[in-house]
C-alpha cells in the first residue's frame, strides 16, 4: 500500500540479531539437485533424473528416477531416500555403474575395509588426545578485562561463543585443537586476540602464523596496538625484518623477555626457540602445508587454527570430531554480501566497473593469476581508463616496496590496485568496492573467495567480476565450479563453499597427508555416513548403524506438487527428513515446513508421522511394524529382545512369539497414536 514501508529486524539492528548458528546448520549438507551425481547404497553410482508421481497399489506417491551405465534406470521411493546420497561430482567426469552385477558391490565392502582401519586410527588419536594433559592457563581476570575493553564492538553471538569455547579449552588442562570458521571479516582475529591475552598474560608465550608477509605484517600491528599498556611484549619475524631485529626477536623468545611472536613459516624454523610456549595460531590455515602445520603444532600444547574456507582434510576433521570446531557464522551489523558475476572480459564493461567505483569515492582492484599476466592487464587499462592511476603489486617485488605499495593504495595512493593473489590475505581497505579477476579458472574456489573478501568490507556494497578470456573458452566443469561462488554470494559463505570444495576435490587421508582418498570413491555424503559409523563402531559402541525400521502401516504420505511446486525444494525436503534421527529435529521440521508453505495436507502429515515412527522404532529397538485389523506386530532385534524378558508388563492383549511383540486390537485397528505409545514404552523399558 502507498505509504507503507517493510522492514526487518536485521534493517534495524543489522547481523548481530542472529542468532547463534548450530554447528549442524553450517556444516550441512549440499543441496541435491536433477542432474546431480547420486549414490544408492544398494546400486552404486547414478544420475538424478527426475522427480516423478507414480500411482501403486491404487496410491499416489514420488519417487525419484535415477538412471545408470547404458541408461538403465531404477525408481526408487520415498522410504529410499536415507539411501540416496549426494556424490559430488559432474555426470561427465564420472562412469556410472551397471545394475544387477557385483561392481558396486565389491567396490562399497573394500572401502568399508579401508574406511574401518581408517576410524580405527582415529579413535586411537582422539583417545590420546582425551587422555593428555597440560598445565590449564587462566589469565588475571582484572588484566583480562582490561584487555577485552580494548575491542571497540559488541561482539556477535557466534564470536563470543567462540571466545568462550577457546577460553574453556586453554583452562581444561587438555591441549586444545580447535578450528575458528568464520568468513572474511566475521572477527576471527578476535578470537586469536583473546587466546593470545589469555596465554600472554597467564606469563606463557604465544605464536601467531600468517601465510604472507603483508599479512603477518598487518597481524603485528593489530597486536602491537591492542596490547600496548598490558605489560606484553609482542615481536615480529618475517622477511621484512632486518637481520638485527630478527636477532633481538628470537633472543626475546629464548628468554621469555617477548611474550607473542607473529610471522609467516620462518616461525617454523629451528633456530627460533621458546622459553615457553603455549600457544600456537595458524591463521588462513588453508593456505599451509600440512607437513608444516604438524610441525607448528608439536611445538606447543595449544593449537587454534583459523580459516573462511578450511582446506578439505581440515573440513573433514572437523566434521568428524577429529577437531573441535567453532562457527562464526553471523555477519557483523550492517554488511552486506559481495554481488559476483562470472561474464567474459569486455572493454566497455571493465570500464563502466571501474569508473562507477571511482565516482562515488572508492578503489578497485584487479587481479591476475600470473605475474606476466600484469603487463597486458596494464597496457589494457591505460587503454580503457588513462584517468585513473594503477599501481602495480606481485610476490617479486622487493619487500620493503611492496609493503609501500600495499600500504599506500590502502592510505588511498591509486585508483586501482593490479596484482596477483599475493592481495588475498591480510589487506584491509575499506574504501575498496569493485573486484575485477581475470582468468578465474586459474584460481581455486577458497582463493577467489578469499579474494573477493577484500572489497565490500564497509557499508557500501561490494562487487566482483569473474572475468573469462573470450578467446579461450571455460571447460564445462570448471564453469560449474566458478558459478558455485556467483550462487553462493551470502554473506557467511565461505564454508558452504568448503563443503563444495570438499566435494569436488575430496576430503583426503585424515591421518595420513594426503589430499585424495576415499571421498572420491564414494562421494563425500556417503564417506560420513560409513565413516560415522566406523567411528561408533571402534569406539565400542554396541551399534555402529541403527537398521532403519520397516513400516507396514498406512501409505500414501508425501509432498503434494501443489503444496510443494518445486521438485528440487521437495527432493531437499525428503532428504533432510530422511537423515533425521531425533523426534524434536522432526518435529522442527514439521515447523518449517508449514512455517515455509502454510497448513499441511494430509499426504504430509502422513509423512512426518511415518518418520516420526521410525526414529522412535529405532530407539527401541523395533526393526519391522506390521498392522492389521486385528493385531500390530512389533519385531524386535534378538538383543533388544532379551535385554526385554522380563522388564515389559505383558497382559491379555500382549504377547510374544519368538522375537515379535503382538498387542491385540479391540474394536478397530491401532491408529499411528497407539503405535507411538507402544513405541516409547518400548524404548524406555529394560
Not at 609482542?234 to 611472536?261: C, P, Q, T
Not at 508425501?558 to 523426534?583: C, F, K
Not at 511383540?661 to 499411528?672: E, F, Q, S, T, W
Amino acid at each position: 500500500a502507498a505509504g507503507r514501508s517493510v522492514i526487518t529486524p536485521s534493517d534495524i539492528t543489522g547481523g548481530r540479531i542472529a542468532r547463534r548458528a548450530s554447528g549442524a546448520a553450517a556444516f550441512g549438507e549440499t543441496e541435491i539437485r536433477v542432474g546431480d551425481v547420486v549414490i544408492h547404497e544398494d546400486h552404486g553410482l547414478g544420475v538424478l533424473q527426475a522427480l516423478e508421481r507414480i500411482e501403486a497399489d491404487g496410491v499416489e506417491r514420488d519417487v525419484l528416477r535415477l538412471e545408470y551405465h547404458g541408461g538403465a534406470t531404477i525408481l526408487a521411493p520415498v522410504e529410499d531416500f536415507g539411501r540416496i546420497w549426494r556424490y559430488g561430482s559432474e555426470p561427465g567426469a564420472v562412469t556410472l555403474d551397471r545394475l544387477n552385477t557385483q561392481g558396486w558391490i565389491k567396490r562399497r565392502a573394500e572401502v568399508s575395509a579401508q574406511i574401518d582401519a581408517t576410524a580405527a586410527s582415529m579413535v586411537e588419536l582422539a583417545r590420546a588426545r582425551a587422555a593428555s594433559q597440560t598445565p590449564p592457563i587462566t589469565p588475571p581476570a582484572t588484566a583480562y578485562r582490561r584487555f577485552v575493553a580494548g575491542f571497540p564492538f559488541p561482539e556477535s553471538a557466534d564470536q563470543s561463543a567462540a571466545i568462550s569455547e577457546v577460553l574453556a579449552d586453554l583452562a581444561s588442562g587438555r591441549p586444545m585443537n580447535r578450528l575458528v570458521c568464520g568468513d572474511v571479516g566475521f572477527g576471527k582475529t578476535e578470537v586469536a586476540l583473546r587466546a593470545a591475552a589469555a596465554a600472554a598474560l597467564a606469563g606463557r608465550q604465544v605464536l601467531v602464523a600468517a601465510p604472507t608477509t603483508v599479512l603477518a605484517r598487518q597481524h603485528y600491528e593489530t597486536f602491537r596496538r591492542r596490547f600496548e599498556g598490558t605489560g606484553v611484549s609482542v615481536g615480529h619475524l618475517s622477511r621484512i625484518v632486518d637481520g638485527a631485529e630478527a636477532r633481538a626477536v628470537k633472543a626475546g623468545l629464548a628468554d621469555g623477555s617477548i611474550h607473542i611472536v607473529v610471522g609467516t613459516q620462518a616461525l617454523a624454523a629451528e633456530s627460533v626457540v621458546f622459553a615457553d610456549l603455549a600457544l600456537v595460531v595458524i591463521d588462513e590455515e588453508h593456505r599451509f602445508g600440512a607437513r608444516l602445520k604438524a610441525q607448528f603444532a608439536e611445538r606447543a600444547p595449544h593449537l587454534l587454527l583459523m580459516s573462511a574456507t578450511p582446506i578439505p582434510r581440515t573440513l573433514q576433521s572437523a566434521l568428524v570430531g577429529i577437531q573441535d570446531v567453532s562457527l562464526i557464522a553471523s555477519p557483523p551489523a550492517r554488511r552486506r554480501p559481495v554481488r559476483t558475476f562470472l561474464t567474459e572480459f569486455d572493454p566497455g564493461s571493465a570500464r563502466l566497473a571501474l569508473m562507477r567505483e571511482k565516482a562515488r569515492g572508492g578503489q578497485s582492484f584487479v587481479v591476475a593469476p600470473r605475474i606476466e599476466d600484469l603487463a597486458p592487464l596494464a597496457s589494457q587499462l591505460a587503454t580503457i581508463a588513462p584517468e585513473l592511476k594503477v599501481v602495480t603489486a606481485h610476490g617479486k617485488l622487493p619487500a620493503d616496496e611492496m609493503d609501500c605499495v600495499m600500504t599506500g593504495f590502502a592510505d588511498g595512493d591509486g585508483d586501482v590496485l593490479l596484482a596477483t593473489n599475493i592481495i588475498e590475505n591480510g589487506l584491509d581497505v575499506p574504501r575498496a568496492n569493485t573486484m575485477l579477476i581475470w582468468r578465474p579458472d586459474r584460481f581455486g574456489l577458497a582463493q577467489l573467495h578469499q579474494l573477493r573478501g577484500r572489497v565490500g568490507r564497509g557499508r557500501r556494497q561490494g562487487f566482483a567480476y569473474l572475468l573469462s578470456d573470450p578467446e579461450t573458452p571455460i571447460a564445462d566443469n570448471t564453469r560449474s565450479r566458478l558459478h558455485t561462488l556467483e550462487a553462493l554470494d551470502r554473506l557467511g559463505s565461505g564454508f558452504a563453499i568448503s563443503a563444495r570444495d570438499l566435494d569436488l576435490r575430496g576430503g583426503g587421508d585424515l591421518v595420513g597427508d594426503e589430499q585424495a582418498g576415499h571421498i572420491r570413491l564414494i562421494g563425500a555424503s556417503l564417506y560420513q555416513r560409513v565413516l560415522g559409523r566406523a567411528l561408533r563402531l571402534a569406539s565400542g559402541e554396541s551399534d555402529g548403524d541403527p537398521v532403519r525400521p520397516k513400516l507396514n502401516l498406512a501409505s500414501g504420505g508425501g509432498l503434494p506438487e501443489d503444496y510443494v511446486p518445486d521438485a528440487t525444494v521437495r527432493i531437499n525436503l525428503y532428504a533432510r527428513l530422511a537423515q533425521l534421527s531425533t523426534v524434536e529435529d522432526i518435529d522442527a521440521l514439521h515447523e518449517e515446513i508449514e512455517d515455509r508453505f502454510g497448513p499441511l495436507p494430509e499426504a504430509a502429515e502422513t509423512l512426518l508421522t511415518a518418520a516420526r515412527l521410525a526414529v522412535l522404532a529405532m530407539a527401541a529397538g523395533v526393526i519391522e511394524i506390521a498392522s492389521g485389523p486385528k493385531a500390530t506386530a512389533f519385531t524386535l532385534t534378538p538383543r533388544r529382545r532379551a535385554a526385554l524378558e522380563g522388564a515389559l508388563k505383558l497382559g491379555d492383549d500382549r504377547r510374544w512369539s519368538s522375537d515379535r511383540l503382538i498387542v491385540d486390537a479391540a474394536a478397530r485397528p491401532h491408529g499411528p497414536d497407539f503405535v507411538e505409545t507402544v513405541l516409547t514404552e518400548l524404548a524406555g523399558a529394560g
